[in-house]
């Protein structure tokens, strides 16, 4: 520790979001790097504890936060780089979209504010690139074995990347049409720029991993032909079926699922055609995502960035507490009330709400318009429990979304009566979570076995049921975190090593 004094002498800054009415205009990143030196003030405040829980317990990767953030402040970047890439393969992945479970988990965060340690993380790798640090890393030397990974997200891009180190014939087959998994298709550009992805795979083609798109595998091509032709598989198909929602009107022209908008919008940036009658375009629309989690607040911040006219998120749950309760203490992550940068761009969010039908066009004018409409696009009243006096055309666009208010006790909830009311909604967005592989055709093309939940089952080796067949990330865990996800990489990589060495 290079400033014993450090957190006494400095506070805790991390990089400001652009101006609101600026960045709405554009999906580049949002926020503004702190420069050299107000860094360098940031790693200072890391206090080398002894018991450093950041590394040891809050982050996943293990990242070495204490001995990074001491070469930051004696600017020794290369060897900070060198710690960072010890445990994690794409630390600007997780510096840009990790929750920071290590700054949860910091020492100082007991009664202070915590280190900076996802923007310094960032700032190493960012550094990396630009001094030419980071280069391809071929093996000297090629085993002979071949590994087929299924899914390019960041598991199966961190086991490709250490598999291929280690000297094994790496192929990554991937069903869609671009690498990266929900890097890609998922977390919009303003959180993570795509180029940051492409930087990756041409250094990995470099150390020899091959890339395959459009290739799904279960349809496209047999888990017998992949067994036939290769020594070993891993499997990291994340989680790729959204959770639906069982109500009146789900199938109204309007209703889509989250990733559709965020899949097409990274399309549109990439400048791909999309079909008029499959374009999905927030523009002037009141939108409605259903759904308080992350997935939700990024279908906020692309509608709002698409012209919008209101944006309002739903959530079935309460709204959690500002601070931690007793029953959730450090180190433990915070369960606590959080808001995105994408709620600050202009969003209604409303808690402990249940969505109970969708209208579609000819709906009575007497129910759309009781209640009158707030800015967000929110009316209330005019709807009995059962909607019975607002029966409006359930075909058609949709136009309402109806809904009651909850009560909630416990782990149950009841409907606070006469509490229902209408949101305006020209488009729905369904971002409730995403579902195991229950009845996936690559799971069942495998005959893996899968666990309670419908998640494939793997032993602590991150082996299958099944010989030779390896799983990891969101397809083993359920949908999760990137940093889980490259870090279960990284380990069925060190599994599927050990079983092609003893082939
Ligand atoms: C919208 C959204 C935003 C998110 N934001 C964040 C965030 O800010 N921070 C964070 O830490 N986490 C975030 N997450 C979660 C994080 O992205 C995932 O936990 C992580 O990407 C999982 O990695 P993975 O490699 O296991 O799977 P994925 O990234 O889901 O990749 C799986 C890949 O497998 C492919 N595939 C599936 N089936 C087949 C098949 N049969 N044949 C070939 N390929 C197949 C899929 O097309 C996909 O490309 C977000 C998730 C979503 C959906």
Same mark, same amino acid.
């Given at each position: 520790m290079a400033k014993p004094d450090g957190f006494l002498e400095y506070g805790r800054v991390t990089p400001a979001y652009r101006p609101v009415e600026e960045r709405v205009m554009d999906f580049r990143e949002i926020e503004v790097p702190l420069d050299e030196e107000a860094l360098r003030r940031q790693a200072a405040r890391c206090m080398d504890c002894g018991v450093p829980f950041c590394h040891s317990y809050g982050c996943p990767l293990g990242n070495l936060v204490p001995d990074y953030s001491d070469a930051v402040y004696r600017g020794d970047w290369k060897e900070a780089l060198d710690l960072m890439h010890s445990t994690n393969n794409f630390p600007e992945f997780t510096g840009l979209v990790c929750p920071a479970l290590c700054e949860a988990s910091c020492t100082l965060a007991l009664d202070e504010a915590a280190t900076a340690c996802r923007h310094i993380e960032l700032q190493i790798a960012e550094k990396g690139w630009e001094e030419g640090w980071i280069v391809p890393e071929p093996a000297p030397v090629k085993t002979g074995r071949t590994a087929a990974i299924i899914g390019s997200g960041p598991a199966g891009l961190a086991a490709a990347q250490q598999l291929a180190r280690k000297g094994h014939s790496v192929v990554v087959l991937e069903k869609s049409d671009r690498i990266g998994g929900t890097l890609q298709y998922g977390i919009p550009n303003y959180k993570l720029e795509k180029q940051l992805i492409s930087r990756r795979i041409s250094q990995m083609e470099q150390e020899g991993v091959k890339f395959e798109t459009d290739v799904a595998v279960g349809d496209d091509l047999s888990a017998k032909y992949i067994m036939k032709n290769y020594d070993a598989v891993l499997i990291t198909s994340g989680?790729? *079926?959204?959770?639906?929602?069982?109500?009146?009107?789900?199938?109204?022209?309007?209703?889509?699922?989250?990733?559709?908008?965020?899949?097409?919008? #990274?399309k549109? +940036?990439?400048?791909?055609?999309? =079909? /008029?009658?499959?374009?999905?375009? =927030?523009?002037? *629309?009141?939108?409605? %995502?259903?759904?308080?989690?992350?997935?939700? /607040?990024?279908?906020?911040?692309?509608?709002?960035?698409?012209?919008? *006219? @209101?944006? #309002?998120?739903?959530?079935?749950?309460? /709204?959690?507490?500002?601070?931690?309760?007793a029953?959730?203490?450090?180190?433990?992550?915070?369960?606590?009330?959080?808001?995105? @940068?994408?709620?600050?761009?202009?969003?209604?969010?409303?808690?402990? %709400?249940? #969505?109970?039908?969708?209208?579609?066009?000819? +709906?009575?004018?007497?129910?759309?318009?009781?209640?009158? @409409?707030? =800015?967000?696009?929110?009316?209330?009243?005019? &709807?009995? @429990?059962?909607? /019975?006096?607002?029966?409006?055309?359930?075909?058609?666009? %949709?136009?309402?979304?109806?809904?009651?208010? &909850?009560?909630?006790?416990?782990?149950?909830?009841t409907e606070i009566p006469g509490s229902d009311f209408l949101l305006d909604a020209d488009l729905v967005l369904l971002s409730m979570g995403f579902v195991p592989h229950r009845e996936s055709k690559l799971v069942n093309d495998f005959g893996l076995e899968q666990d309670s939940t419908g998640s494939v089952q793997v032993d602590d080796g991150y082996h299958t049921s099944v010989t030779g067949v390896f799983a990891a990330g969101d397809a083993v865990t359920g949908a999760s975190l990137v940093v889980r996800a490259i870090n279960h990489g990284r380990r069925a990589a060190e599994m599927v090593h050990e079983y092609l060495s003893g082939l």
């Open positions: 989680t790729p *079926k959204p959770r639906d929602i069982a109500v009146p009107g789900r199938h109204l022209k309007g209703v889509h699922f989250a990733m559709e908008l965020l899949t097409q919008q #990274t549109l +940036l990439y400048g791909d055609e999309i =079909p /008029a009658d499959e374009l999905i375009d =927030p523009c002037g *629309k009141h939108v409605v %995502v259903i759904g308080g989690g992350d997935t939700g /607040a990024d279908c906020v911040g692309t509608s709002i960035r698409r012209g919008c *006219k @209101s944006v #309002t998120q739903v959530e079935l749950l309460p /709204a959690p507490p500002e601070e931690r309760e029953g959730n203490p450090w180190p433990e992550w915070p369960r606590i009330f959080r808001t995105a @940068s994408a709620h600050l761009e202009g969003c209604d969010r409303v808690w402990s %709400v249940l #969505t109970k039908k969708f209208y579609g066009e000819g +709906l009575s004018s007497d129910g759309a318009s009781s209640g009158g @409409s707030s =800015p967000g696009g929110l009316s209330s009243g005019g &709807l009995s @429990s059962g909607g /019975a006096s607002l029966e409006g055309n359930e075909r058609g666009r %949709v136009t309402k979304v109806g809904c009651a208010r &909850l009560q909630w006790e416990g782990r149950g909830f």
